[in-house]
């Protein structure tokens, strides 16, 4: 079995940072894209930023600029940066991450629980 424990939400005031960190744990072997996404209330999640194993990003049009994602393999922690906040960022933001495990492998996609964001205005 394979977890993602997420922490770092909370409420902040529009222009404000808050740093979210996702650590992986359980029978990995190696992990490739880890990603945040997010979902507001009442809308579809979607994609926030995706680093891969290498350390290339990708980040929605939305966030570029404010946000940055980064890992660190080691630990097998994604992090998110989330500076100059806006109302329209609260959401509840979920990591998700590509494992494989240790043998036998298998190749799971893991979601975390999810931690709120709410920027007041």
């Known amino acids: 079995q394979v977890h993602l424990v997420e922490s770092g939400g909370g409420l902040v005031q529009a222009g404000g940072s808050l740093r979210l960190s996702c650590a992986a744990s359980g029978s990995i072997f190696s992990i490739n894209a880890m990603g945040w996404y997010r979902q507001a209330p009442g809308k579809q999640r979607e994609l926030v930023a995706v680093i891969t194993s290498g350390g290339s990003t990708n980040y929605a049009d939305s966030v570029k600029g404010r946000f940055t994602i980064s890992r660190d393999n080691a630990k097998n922690t994604v992090y998110l940066q989330l500076n100059s906040l806006k109302p329209e960022d609260t959401a509840v933001y979920y990591c998700?991450?590509?494992?494989?495990?240790?043998?036998?492998?298998?190749?799971?996609?893991?979601w975390g629980q999810g931690t709120l964001v709410t920027v007041s205005s």
């Open positions: 998700n991450a590509g494992v494989v495990t240790t043998p036998p492998p298998k190749y799971l996609q893991v």
